[in-house]
């Protein structure tokens, strides 16, 4: 006899929707806008009072404020910022790979980047930017030209070396 289903909590859908959409972040192609446009102004931003740490503290990566300087650096080291981190290493999906994946177009391949935590405020004053390096990959087996007809003469080769 199968295992019969618990039904508790089962009024509290409202209040789920409710929390998951106050907990929702930045998705990853909105942070890679923020990233392309202008960064410093995130970490300079204008004090308002309804943020956490009047927003002086953001970790532009995870798009959150923090009440002050011990707590960023403190996220830095976590297991959540890394994580996004090295989400945000590959090229974002766009329209236009939609519209290579329906056949309109030739695929290319995401192009893979380095991306550094962000400097600290002293650091920024010092003169440090944000870094976001794209790393040249080389090229991967279904890059590169495989021709029907080269293999045909090398399959066409070796049954030669055989028959000998």
């Given at each position: ?7 508790m909590h089962s009024g509290d859908t409202h209040l789920r929707r409710r929390w ?85 177009g030739s695929f290319v391949q995401p192009q893979k980047r380095k991306m550094e ?48």
């Amino acid at each position: 006899m199968p295992y019969a289903r618990k039904k508790m909590h089962s009024g509290d859908t409202h209040l789920r929707r409710r929390w998951r959409l106050r907990n929702r972040k930045k998705d990853l192609d909105e942070v890679d806008a923020d990233l392309k446009k202008n960064p410093e102004e995130l970490l300079k931003q204008e004090i308002d009072l309804d943020k956490p740490g009047f927003a002086q503290f953001y970790c532009i990566h995870c798009a959150t404020y923090y009440i002050n300087d011990q707590a960023l650096q403190a996220h830095f080291r976590t297991k959540v910022h890394k994580r996004r981190l090295k989400a945000l290493e590959v090229e974002p999906y766009t329209v236009e790979d939609s519209l290579r994946a329906a056949g309109q177009g030739s695929f290319v391949q995401p192009q893979k980047r380095k991306m550094e935590t962000q400097p600290s405020l002293p650091e920024v004053e010092a003169g440090k930017r944000i870094k976001v390096d794209i790393m040249m990959e080389e090229e991967k087996p279904a890059k590169r030209n495989l021709s029907k007809a080269t293999k045909y003469t090398d399959f066409k080769q070796v049954m030669e070396g055989l028959g000998k």
